[in-house]
């Protein structure tokens, strides 16, 4: 019985522990996947920590292909030519910009400044000191070469400012004047005249740097006749060429070289690997020969009312040899061996380069 | 008065290169020159979009404020045209177009090109509408005939929209907002926080 008792026992005991373990693995059946929720929530907040570093790290696709399309991306397309595989550029806009604001306003004001200034001088000072020619005698200055390549650069310099001004302001300045068609007629002929005029222009400043870079060098004289006021009509000693006539040639030939190479770019725009180097080229090419035909203004002022028998240089290609002691002491030292009479007719002169008419 | 607009909706564009075939035809544009284009954003790629463009007929046209000689005009219906009698082919509205629109038919020597020649929105240019002259200088005047441009009715997918600026944006309001995917809820994450739908 007592056997029997403990029989009893032992079995409900394990009955017991066998319904313990079926209830602890039945909870945590149920419990165990329930930390699933957990695991999400933990991924949720780390999720939500990583947003909170980067919040705009996403962005919209839809919106992403038209900021590419904005930004100039380039894409394919079917059709061939400059430019046909990008959407759109903006760099458009800001030539637009220059030419039509900074270029178009200050230019003028520019041109005129240089003009009034010159105007001014001439005021103030009267004009350049008039030397009497009394002696007839002549000094031999440039040769015929030089006279005629000096005329063909320099007409081919005003036709082109002419007609390169005109395509800038004509819209403003001469449409109210010569009409729409009258004035698309005249821009048809200037950007031609420009187009071509600009190829012999180019041999022009080329040939001028070659034949007269040698004039040119400058020296110690020079930075003297310039820092002491020689452009400003007191007489400093100055050889065949002074610090402002070499100071022109110089701006010659760096402009002659930046409008130039600009130039010759824009008849042969095949050159160009983007637009936006044409645009930027066609910015500076109006510019540097804005700045250009200002400073030339000085030139014609010195050679016509600002030192006068200074034009029979560039005419007859003699001067007389008052205005030679005057104007180029050292110069004059140098070759009054080669002076000859205005009224007798010269022979072969010395030196061989200088011209052999005596008109 | 309506304000033309064209739209392309980049959903629906599918570089079949329909709009630039029918430009081509009703204008009969010369050989070369392309009033439109269709371009390829990511080309195969996933995602990979197209993008048909022509001239969008600004408002404050680039071309038109860099013109040398004030060929452009802008209609009562916001299109812009131009009188290919002033153009003397400088090129500068090439220079100035953020979308590479104006054409130039002809090459001819020192870098010289012919006369502009650019979308009309199929309304023709200065001349008398519908006469032999528009036609063989501008292309056709469909917009003088009460239709609309030829690429936009031309387009098999109708991504590709021309018309008054106010229709043409509510069509595509109604198409964004009832378009299927996940790009249409971009954007309520960051809006209303995470979490919610």
Redesign the interface.
């Known amino acids: 019985m007592e056997k029997q008792t403990r029989q009893t026992t032992r079995s409900r005991k394990t009955l017991r522990r066998i319904a313990a373990m079926t209830l602890f693995v039945a909870v945590a059946a149920m419990v165990v996947p329930l930390s699933g929720y957990v695991y999400v929530a933990m991924a949720?907040e780390t999720?939500?920590a990583q947003?909170q570093v980067q919040?705009?790290a996403?962005t919209?696709?839809?919106s992403d292909?038209?900021r590419?399309?904005r930004q100039a991306?380039e894409?394919?397309?079917?059709?061939r030519?400059?430019?046909?595989?990008?959407?759109?550029?903006?760099s458009?806009?800001t030539?637009?910009q220059i030419?039509?604001g900074p270029l178009s306003t200050y230019a003028p004001w520019y041109l005129a400044l240089m003009l009034g200034a010159v105007a001014l001088f001439f005021i103030i000072s009267g004009g350049g000191e008039k030397i009497a020619a009394d002696s007839g005698k002549r000094l031999p200055r440039w040769s015929r070469f030089d006279i005629a390549l000096h005329w063909f650069v320099a007409i081919l310099f005003l036709v082109l400012a002419i007609t390169g001004l005109s395509?800038?302001f004509?819209?403003a300045v001469l449409?109210p004047l010569m009409g729409?068609?009258g004035?698309?007629a005249w821009?048809?002929a200037s950007?031609?005249i420009h187009?071509?005029g600009g190829?012999f222009f180019v041999v022009g400043v080329v040939l001028m740097i070659v034949a007269w870079t040698r004039y040119n060098i400058p020296d110690a004289t020079d930075v003297k006749w310039l820092l002491k006021g020689g452009a400003f009509g007191k007489h400093l000693p100055a050889g065949r060429m002074n610090g402002g006539e070499k100071a022109w040639f110089w701006v010659n030939v760096g402009a002659g070289i930046i409008v130039c190479a600009t130039g010759v770019m824009?008849?042969?725009?095949?050159v160009f690997e983007s637009?936006e180097l044409?645009?930027l080229n066609?910015i500076v090419h109006a510019i540097v020969a804005i700045l250009w035909l200002g400073a030339s203004f000085g030139h014609m002022y010195m050679a016509t009312l600002g030192a006068p028998g200074s034009m029979d240089a560039m005419t007859k290609g003699h001067v007389s040899s008052e205005w030679a002691k005057v104007h180029h002491d050292l110069w004059y030292d140098e070759v009054k061996d080669q002076e000859f009479s205005d009224d007798q007719p010269r022979e072969a002169a010395p030196g061989g380069n200088a011209s052999t008419s005596s008109a | 008065m309506a304000r033309m607009k064209f739209l392309c909706d980049?959903?629906r564009c599918i570089?079949c290169?329909g709009c630039?075939t029918a430009c081509k035809n009703a204008n009969e544009v010369p050989w070369g020159v392309?009033r439109r284009?269709?371009?390829?954003?990511?080309?195969g790629e996933p995602?990979e979009?197209s993008?048909s463009?022509a001239c969008m007929h600004c408002d404050d046209a680039?071309c038109a404020?860099?013109?040398?000689?004030?060929?452009f005009y802008t209609t009562t219906d916001g299109i812009v045209l131009h009188?290919k009698?002033?153009?003397?082919?400088?090129?500068?509205c090439?220079?100035?177009?953020?979308?590479?629109v104006p054409q130039f038919p002809e090459q001819r020597a020192?870098?010289?090109r012919g006369r502009m020649d650019k979308c009309t929105f199929c309304a023709g240019g200065p001349e008398e509408p519908g006469s032999q002259a528009e036609f063989e200088k501008y292309g056709a005047n469909l917009i003088a005939e009460g239709m609309l441009p030829a690429c936009a009715e031309m387009c098999a997918t109708k991504a590709l929209l021309a018309g008054d600026g106010d229709l043409v944006a509510e069509i595509f309001h109604h198409r964004s907002t009832s378009r299927d995917g996940r790009?249409q809820t971009?954007?309520w994450a960051?809006a209303y926080g995470?979490?919610l739908s």
């Open positions: 949720q999720e939500q947003t919040p705009w996403e919209n696709p839809r292909v038209w590419q399309a991306t894409g394919r397309s079917a059709i030519g400059p430019g046909a595989n990008v959407v759109m550029t903006s458009g806009e030539f637009r030419r039509m395509l800038l004509g819209r449409i729409p068609e004035f698309a821009a048809l950007k031609n187009n071509y190829a824009m008849i042969n725009p095949q637009r044409f645009q066609l | 980049a959903d570089e290169n630039v392309n284009r269709v371009v390829t954003l990511n080309d995602g979009k993008i463009v680039p404020a860099v013109c040398p000689t004030d060929c009188d009698d002033l153009c003397i082919g400088c090129g500068y090439f220079f100035a177009c953020p979308f590479g020192f870098g010289s790009p971009w954007g960051t995470a979490g």
